[in-house]
């Protein structure tokens, strides 16, 4: 089987859409779900899942083991959105694959025995799922994934029983958050069976106007069905909102968006000390001023990558820097080298 | 008459039960239905052997063929067989557990647990459905696909578990009737068990 991970990625939406991702969850047939199993069958269930794994080499996955890497090493994946929060926490034996590219992790021993994580950028949905299903059939080959007739993927959590699927979208929506118009947003996701939620996933806050959204339905709904679902009815739409929203303000408030951006330009070229917080606050508005043609001269994808390298775990693997204080003045410095600011202070020159 | 009670293996069931004679947590519950009049005794296992009553049917010999299953449901008789606090057989886990942990602890929960479970998956799922939705989608490449008057029999059963626990004993009546109707034309395959 061939996978797409070389296909080309349609950019028509990068101003709206940052990830997308397509998640499968399996478990192993006869095997006590990871909750429940000791230490023994936890390792027995890794090395089963990552022996199949490392006898695909088409697949390409670099390994990365919690209990042996570096805290930093994880930091990094975590902001990839490569592997989640909870595959950092204490716990059972686990392990996780990547690509370098980004198209493709696995996680081994999280909720589940496995998730498969694929992925595409802007309006990559069906991309990250042809890698997501490209990945689990050739898994299905050498994998007795537990199944059933009506239920379908037996997993831990009943939320995810059926097709296993989580389809998220990372999505910036700056302009539909300035018009007060998220709570709006908020509601129209509900009613189509859609979850809503900050950054980082679960329970966190949206920052840098980041929000992630997500298929709760995983019973009895076929995954392209699925995915059409998704891309047709509800992304089209809130790329349509977000762009209107720009749209207006630019026209009735522009004073007070050009504001906005040229004071968060102005802070990101200058300031001496960025906290992780306060650089993605302000990076959002940039990637918004570009977005809508109010700043030239900066490409969007440079405000998007940024938005990632301002992140802790990728400053210290790029500096070394662990303590928070240095890491302020190491973020600091990146930005304003890359936004062409003002030069180093004299005394560090 | 028909009446179910069942023992529960040591603290796996803190539901908080207490025993009705001497107030010790109870682990034998005896749910009786009679006339769609339901009756609940909670004992603690002495008390329960001092009324006579002990677990039926070992866990051994619970059947995991839903066939096997459908017919002891038919064989309790005119009166419905309500079974408190079910537990997996594969790995022990309770409702309780689940509720604390909003995590199963095996694939086989999903059977044991199904009464339960049922209400909760339909909420998670799709509030509006009064059924659950059959899975569409992926399936294991080497899965085979049950007869159809098994797969029909499998979703009667879970029909009727629901309705028992939903307590609308005339739609149990029904379903039960039909299982009934349905296991007889399907005697070649009761018999190749």
Redesign the interface.
């Known amino acids: 089987m061939i996978l797409p991970f070389e296909q080309h990625e349609d950019d028509a939406l990068l101003d709206v859409v940052l990830i997308s991702r397509a998640r499968l969850a399996r478990n192993i047939s006869g095997e006590p779900f990871v909750n429940l199993a000791n230490r023994e069958e936890q390792l027995r269930i890794r090395d089963g899942i990552a022996s199949a794994l490392r006898g695909l080499p088409e697949l390409g996955l670099h390994w990365f083991d919690p209990e042996t890497a570096p805290a930093a090493e994880g930091q990094v994946l975590l902001e990839r959105h490569l592997i989640s929060p909870k595959f950092l926490e204490p716990g059972p034996h686990r392990l996780a694959g990547y690509r370098d590219d980004a198209r493709l992790s696995v996680m081994i021993n999280e909720e589940d025995h496995l998730r498969i994580q694929g992925y595409g950028l802007a309006g990559g949905l069906s991309l990250a799922w042809a890698n997501a299903k490209g990945c689990e059939r050739l898994l299905d080959e050498h994998l007795n994934f537990a199944f059933n007739e009506q239920l379908g993927y037996l997993t831990a959590c009943p939320t995810n029983v059926g097709t296993g699927i989580r389809l998220s979208l990372m999505l910036h929506l700056p302009g539909i958050s300035l018009i007060g118009g998220m709570d709006r947003m908020q509601h129209a996701a509900d009613d189509l069976n859609l979850e809503m939620r900050g950054t980082s996933g679960e329970g966190s806050e949206a920052i840098g106007h980041l929000h992630q959204i997500s298929n709760r339905r995983t019973l009895g709904v076929d995954e392209e069905d699925l995915l059409r679902f998704l891309e047709d009815d509800f992304l089209s739409r809130v790329v349509r909102e977000e762009r209107r929203a720009r749209d207006a303000l630019l026209s009735t408030r522009r004073e007070f968006l050009d504001d906005r951006v040229q004071r968060a330009l102005a802070m990101l070229r200058h300031a001496r000390l960025l906290g992780e917080r306060e650089a993605l606050d302000l990076l959002s508005e940039l990637r918004l001023g570009i977005a809508v043609g109010l700043l030239s001269g900066i490409p969007l994808e440079t405000a998007s990558q940024l938005m990632q390298r301002v992140r802790s775990g990728h400053l210290t693997r790029s500096t070394g820097c662990t303590e928070e204080e240095p890491l302020r003045i190491q973020r600091a410095d990146l930005v304003r080298r890359e936004l062409g600011g003002d030069a180093q202070p004299p005394e560090q020159a | 008459m028909e009446t179910s009670f069942r023992e529960e293996p040591g603290q796996t069931y803190t539901d908080g039960m207490q025993c009705d004679e001497c107030g010790k947590p109870a682990n034998v519950h005896e749910i009786r239905v009679e006339n769609g009049m339901k009756t609940e005794r909670h004992l603690c296992s002495e008390c329960a052997a001092k009324a006579g009553l002990t677990a039926n049917e070992p866990q051994m010999d619970a059947p995991t063929n839903p066939v096997e299953m459908i017919k002891q449901v038919l064989a309790a008789g005119p009166e419905i067989e309500v079974r408190a606090a079910p537990e997996c057989p594969t ?1 022990g ?1 309770t409702f309780a557990r689940f509720r604390k ?7 086989d929960c ?2 044991a647990l199904q009464v339960p ?1 049922q209400p ?2 339909l909420r ?4 509006e459905a009064r059924e ?12 085979k ?2 007869a159809q008057p098994t ?1 029909t029999l ?2 009667l059963e ?1 029909e009727l578990q629901g309705a028992i626990h939903a307590e609308q004993y005339e739609r149990a009546a029904d379903l039960r009737d039909k299982i009934r109707k349905l296991s007889e034309g399907a005697e070649p395959l009761d018999q190749a068990e």
């Not at chain 2, 942990?101 to 694939?107: F, K, R, S, Y």
């Open positions: 790995c886990s942990m909003a995590l199963l602890g095996c694939p999903y059977q479970l909760l998956i998670s799922q799709a509030a659950l939705p059959e899975h569409q989608g992926l399936r294991p490449s080497n899965y696909s049950p797969k499998i979703r879970r």
